[in-house]
């Protein structure tokens, strides 16, 4: 059972019931990371690299030719095999195009483009008040028919799962929702902003879709049907029942994520050692203490700046008495 993405009731009239949200679907994909990847000695042997243009399907022997050409090393005097490269992960910068200076996170703020280079610059902390505050209810406030909602406006699955002591509750609004052949329209605070939520019956459970807004919605393209005769819509119709079958979703694989897999399978016993990032990537934790003291400096500097005429008396500089020399007979 996935983890709760979120937990509270579900508030229709005077009803509510403990439920909460379960992920019901997400894009699988294999993850990889950036590696830099540098040449021991420049001069040394730099193997060739497949093209990844082309289809796998088509070239799967050139992509596992290519794969073993880059394990292979060169050999060293006494025949045994020097590494070719050094690896190191990536850490991603970002930078000034004016200057090229590094910039740290906490000093960007979000920038939205008016005209061509000019920009409006929004504080970190007006987009924190725009924020939406996670809700504890899930506000059910329409019935729809099903058969008015367009499947285009769904956009992420979530199970609607009761809690304890909500069981029969829930059961209830699902067998009616089911009878009614209706879908649930709600409102929800939940990651920062507020969803509009489509609540669907299946078989045993509620399924909610974060729905898409209209405007979020693009136009579908506008097009020119011809019209047709019935014998060529009841040709059509004859082609469809031969293809008809029972909807099966395992019969359909991911082809893509499947070569990938036995691609890095292949790569299980040619692991590389990772060059090691040196200590001076990482920063030293900032002097609390010389902190407080440049501030305290500045404070004072703002102090004698606003009272100029405040200034420290000048010290008047010592005068030494010389001794009065003595006069010889």
Request: net charge neutral; aromatic share 8%; charged share 30%.
């Amino acid at each position: 059972m996935p983890s709760a993405v979120w937990s509270g009731h579900l508030h229709f009239g005077l009803v509510a019931m403990p439920v909460r949200l379960l992920v019901a679907a997400r894009t699988k994909t294999t993850r990889f990371r950036r590696l830099y990847r540098k040449p021991v000695n420049e001069s040394t042997y730099v193997s060739s690299f497949p093209s990844f243009s082309h289809d796998l399907e088509d070239h799967d022997s050139d992509l596992t030719e290519g794969v073993a050409k880059t394990q292979s090393m060169p050999e060293d005097m006494n025949g045994q095999h020097t590494a070719e490269h050094q690896y190191s992960a990536v850490r991603q910068v970002f930078q000034s195009e004016v200057t090229g200076k590094e910039i740290r996170p906490d000093e960007m703020v979000k920038g939205y483009e008016m005209a061509p280079n000019e920009y409006a610059a929004i504080e970190g902390q007006e987009m924190k008040a725009a924020e939406i505050e996670t809700s504890d209810t899930i506000d059910l406030f329409q019935f729809v028919k099903a058969k008015e909602v367009d499947p285009i406006y769904f956009e992420r699955s979530y199970y609607v799962a009761p809690n304890s002591g909500a069981e029969k509750g829930y059961a209830l609004l699902l067998e009616a929702m089911r009878k009614e052949e209706c879908l649930g329209i709600a409102r929800i605070g939940m990651h920062r902003r507020e969803h509009m939520l489509i609540l669907r019956p299946s078989e045993d459970y509620l399924v909610a879709y974060t729905m898409f807004y209209a405007n979020e919605v693009r136009p579908a393209p506008r097009l020119e049907l011809t019209k047709f005769s019935n014998k060529e819509l009841g040709m059509a119709t004859a082609l469809i029942k031969g293809y008809e079958g029972d909807f099966d979703p395992q019969q359909f694989k991911d082809l893509y994520q499947e070569r990938i897999s036995r691609i890095v399978e292949a790569h299980m016993d040619t692991r590389i050692e990772m060059h090691p990032a040196p200590p001076s990537l990482t920063k030293a934790a900032p002097d609390l203490m010389e902190q407080i003291r440049l501030s305290l400096a500045q404070i004072e500097s703002k102090r004698h700046d606003a009272n100029p005429s405040k200034k420290p008396a000048r010290k008047m500089p010592t005068l030494v008495k010389k001794k009065p020399q003595r006069v010889r007979a």
